[in-house]
């Protein structure tokens, strides 16, 4: 045991916990925690300039990295500015842990108006996190930090919440430090895996859906082998990008609101193995999984199992634990799969040219984008349309290098993800995609950038609208447009003005050669773009259907 404030507590327990970054914005009932910092040389301290970007960085850096993000925010305003990209990661099962402080003690559940006081606060983040609690014993504080690192990490990640009030971080108590232990990963039923493996081998059509929860458990190499011995082709969600190479030979690409390679594959599938994805089909398609196709299902969450659509077989399991498990019982096999290479090859082009006919300058700049990226680079495709494109025609090569928002679809969490992501791998190229206007929720954080060296790359597109809304108000409200234009800054301008590299396209054309200037620069870089506002894909009608989707 040692004498130790809350405060020294709660940061002793993060580092033997392994956690090295922290992304935060001070204040009056967490500044103990600020001073327990200053003794902790190994944890490095981001402050940002507001508490929803100290979570999305936060989440880019769990999500790149497989380590825990961690958030510091006061109470009341700060927690609430924070809720939507706790709500983000939640969406995205991210393991990111915020940590707030609280009113006094003797203050809490009164309701009297003490400063940054939210009643229930608590009650605010449970259906956004996976678990959150709160301490008024100093004592306990380790094994708080404790219980939410397994929370965060046991089964499906997804983010937690933790309260310490400000006189517990004040006071001090002789306090026992815990040591750091491995989170529990599930293993299958192996009844249900010889049952999956019995119809995976007689399927003439299989088909593997990857989701998410391939990224978090890491199965990029085993999902490769699992493909090549069912001789199975893998489509992903957008969440699921670099779950498998998108240059892989048994990869044909991603499923996004009707678009992309399923409408050559699903129809045709018997058995259809889905790993760690929701299964939600939004739009629901004339493709989706019909009732007489076999779905087998892997996901660590047991809740999902029962969700939009049914399964014949359901495994709760780690993805890896379950590919692996598979792969195992498979052996030698040989199932009765009759994809052929030049069939895939044809979906591939199909898919690949349904894309480019509806939206050809996207994928143009699309692929200018990913020609002068590394194999490696990481990509934050931002709720802007390039960046919804991407989700189809932006080839991830790597696994943990592209994330989306998911469900959440949080306009303006792009840029400070981005940033997040980027501190966690520094020497890994960083790109984010936004728009105009995603881009101003957190432009302040080009500060951030500048004073902490975090350069990455932010492409702007700025076409001086709420681009999908304005398209909404023409295509189902007669162009009834209100609410959707935008005054912006120059965007290349504001960037100097902060000390970042500032670019500012005068055509399309030029973005090749300012994204390679880009890359190279040795401070964070903003290059806006020009660009006319077009359909983003779930508002075009996909291939075989003729009405719009709304």
Known sequence: MANLTGAQALIQSLAREGVEVVFGLPGVQIMEIYDALYEQP???????????????????????????????????????????????????????????????????????????EVNDQLDVFRPITKWNARTTNAEEIPNLVHMAMQQVLDG?????????????LQGSSDIELLEREGTIKQSPDPARVKEAVELLARAERP????????????????????????????????????????????????????????????????????????????????WSPRPDQAIIRIDADPEELGRNVESRVGMVADAKLGVNDILAEWGGATGAS?????????????????????????VDLIETIRAELDDDAIMVAGTTEVAYWGHLAFPVLKPRSYLTSSYFATLGYAFPTALGAKVGNPNRQVVATIGDGG????????????????????????????????????????????????????????????????????????????????????????????????????QTPPHGLDAVIG
């Open 439 to 538: 881009f101003m929720y957190a432009s302040s954080e080009l500060s951030t950038a500048v004073q902490e060296g975090i350069n990455l790359v932010t492409l702007v597109f700025n076409n001086g609208l709420l681009g999908a809304s304005r398209a909404d108000q023409m295509n189902r409200y007669q162009g009834r447009a209100i609410g959707t234009e935008l005054l912006n800054p120059d965007f290349a301008q504001l960037a100097e003005v902060y000390g970042a590299l500032g670019i500012k396209l005068s055509d399309r054309r030029e973005l090749g050669p300012a994204l390679r200037d880009a890359l190279r620069a040795e401070r964070p870089a903003v290059i806006e773009v020009p660009m006319p506002n077009l359909r983003p894909p779930f």
């Open 156 to 168: 499906r990640p997804r983010p937690v919440e933790i309260e310490v009030p400000f006189d517990i």
């Open 42 to 116: 190994g944890i490095r301290l981001i402050t940002v300039r507001h508490e929803q970007s100290a979570a999305y960085m936060a989440d880019g850096y769990a999500r790149t990295t497989g380590r825990v993000g961690v958030a510091l925010v006061v109470p009341g305003p700060g927690a609430l500015n924070a809720a939507a990209a706790v709500g983000t990661a939640y969406a995205t099962s991210s393991p990111v842990m915020l940590i707030s402080g609280q009113v006094d003690s003797a203050m809490l559940g009164q309701n009297r108006g003490a400063l940054h």
């Open 207 to 286: 088909l593997i859906w990857a989701g998410g929860g391939c990224r978090e458990a890491d199965i990029t190499g085993e999902l490769a082998q699992l493909a090549e011995a069912l001789n199975a082709p893998v489509i992903t969600t957008p969440e699921g990008k670099g779950a498998i190479p998108e240059n892989h030979a048994m990869s044909v690409g991603t499923f996004y609101y009707g678009h992309g390679a399923a409408y050559y594959t699903l129809p045709q599938s018997d058995v259809i193995l889905a790993i760690g994805s929701r299964m939600n089909m939004n739009p629901r398609t004339p």
């Open 338 to 362: 009759q994809w052929q290479t030049s069939e895939l090859d044809e979906i591939r082009r199909k898919a690949t040219e349904d894309t480019r006919a509806l939206a050809p300058l996207q």
